[in-house]
């Protein structure tokens, strides 16, 4: 038998982390955590909370940018994955059809009206990737729409489809995808016009600053798309799964009806990767149009007993916990609390989201004193005042988030589900308080962004 012992390994070499990662790993990561004060060591987690050594308790407001949706080791998902492996099921033999994925695939077009089949994959970025590729050979036409600012992934395929250019330099060239606007139909029926569109790919609502698309829009999208024979995708890969406070986002508003959907993170209960592509019938059956590309598209991992077992017990989670409907309840909660701070500090400018899914802009202020120290921040890089809020509210009341996009200065809340009053009252009184320190001109979170003006100038 092997010697191998993860907890004695774990107990030994836990304490070189920082250093493990910066020697073999991405160096620049734990070099900008230091840098902006973000370099803690977190034992364990549960629910909506980390906890450090000392049995701290830090408020989870990021859901690892959306994954942990049923909380951090949901004692349902930690089931489920327990009983899959006593199982000792026969997986991915590639020739045979076990009923995990079936099952799973079921459960999700229960709740996806209109869409009839799904691929499994095993993340966001492959769930665009798929649909891409699929909405590509459904319509025998090359080029796919975006809109501005989007985020679909970090792959190559779903790199062409990503609005911001600091993801994109350095990777050309990319394939022959075209931005327009969020919300502009006269932009996309422009584009239509030239008959070589597959498909738009959006998000619902962008996780780049938390802009909803206008009403209305994707279902007159829908209906130019059709019209000119092209496909409308809805990346739900954040949005997805109770999130906004419907089970997908395009289900705000009626008759909709996407040709394809892209699903991911909260899918895998926090445990396992796993990404679903579903889809038209029509459109599967253009793929896989004869037993000759039977594997025309698929995925090594794809389907895996893991992933499917923590997928079907996410579903059963949201359902018996009600997560959909909480989500609805609490973020409009937290964000209509947030709101009504926007009247009493001039450097908030803005909040705005759908379900637990929230945005929060800082503006330029109004009087003299704040004015020049907002403008000296954005001189040397925008975005650093939304870094000032983040750092103070993870270093002085526990709370950890982050900025919703490169060079924006907005704040994205994306907590767990099942965070519930006593989340949203901790989170507005912290919030406050920063916003206190930081409308009094003075203090330690200006010296603060005195650093990160040396750091940004240092860096250009």
């Known amino acids: 038998m092997t010697g191998f012992d993860l907890t004695k390994l774990l107990a030994e070499r836990s304490g070189e982390r920082y250093e493990l990662h910066a020697r073999h790993l991405n160096h620049q990561l734990p070099r900008m955590l230091h840098t902006i004060g973000f370099d803690k060591v977190y034992d364990r987690a549960e629910g909506a909370y980390f906890y450090d050594a000392e049995d701290n308790a830090y408020l989870d407001m990021l859901a690892g940018f959306g994954v942990m949706g049923v909380g951090r080791h949901h004692p349902v998902v930690r089931r489920a994955l327990h009983d899959v492996l006593d199982a000792q099921l026969a997986d991915l033999t590639r020739f045979d059809c076990q009923p995990l994925p079936g099952l799973l695939a079921e459960q999700l077009l229960a709740r996806a009206p209109g869409l009839d089949r799904v691929f499994f994959g095993n993340s966001g970025t492959e769930a665009v990737e798929t649909a891409l590729k699929f909405a590509r050979c459904a319509t025998g036409r090359p080029r796919v729409l975006y809109c501005d600012h989007a985020f679909h992934g970090l792959t190559t395929g779903s790199l062409s489809v990503n609005g911001e250019d600091g993801f994109r330099d350095g990777f050309a060239p990319l394939l022959p995808d075209t931005p327009v606007p969020l919300g502009d139909t006269a932009a996309l029926e422009r584009e239509l016009r030239k008959k070589d569109v597959a498909a738009l790919v959006v998000e619902p609502v962008q996780g780049k600053g938390v802009h909803a698309a206008p009403p209305g829009y994707l279902r007159a999208a829908r209906e130019l798309l059709h019209r000119h024979g092209a496909l409308l995708i809805a990346d739900e890969v954040q949005t997805g799964l109770g999130r906004t406070g419907d089970f997908f986002a395009y289900q705000h508003e009626p008759d909709v009806d996407p040709d394809l959907v892209c699903v991911a993170k909260s899918l895998s209960g926090g445990y396992v990767p796993v990404g679903a592509t579903l889809g038209k019938e029509w459109i599967f059956k253009k793929v896989y149009s004869s037993m000759d590309r039977v594997l025309v598209h698929s995925a090594s991992f794809g389907s895996n007993a893991q992933a499917m077992a923590a997928g079907l017990a996410t579903l059963a989670v949201m359902d018996d916990e009600r997560l959909t409907e909480n989500a609805r309840r609490t973020g409009e909660?937290?964000?209509?609390?947030?709101?009504?701070?926007?009247?009493?500090?001039?450097?908030?400018?803005?909040?705005?989201?759908?379900?637990?899914?929230?945005?929060?802009?800082?503006?330029?202020?109004?009087?003299?004193?704040?004015r020049s120290r907002w403008t000296m921040l954005q001189a040397a890089r925008k975005g650093l005042f939304a870094q000032m809020v983040v750092v103070p509210l993870l270093q002085k009341h526990r709370i950890l988030t982050q900025v919703s996009g490169d060079h924006l200065e907005v704040i994205k809340l994306i907590p767990p589900l099942v965070v519930g009053e006593a989340e949203v009252d901790r989170f507005v009184a912290a919030f406050t308080q920063v916003m206190d320190d930081a409308h009094s001109g003075g203090g330690l979170m200006w010296d603060f962004g005195r650093t990160l003006v040396r750091q940004a100038v240092a860096n250009r």
Request: glycine content about 10%; charged content about 30%.
């Open 333 to 370: 909660l937290l964000r209509s609390r947030l709101a009504a701070l926007v009247d009493r500090y001039e450097l908030l400018h803005e909040v705005r989201g759908r379900g637990l899914m929230i945005g929060i802009e800082f503006g330029r202020p109004r009087s003299l004193k704040l």
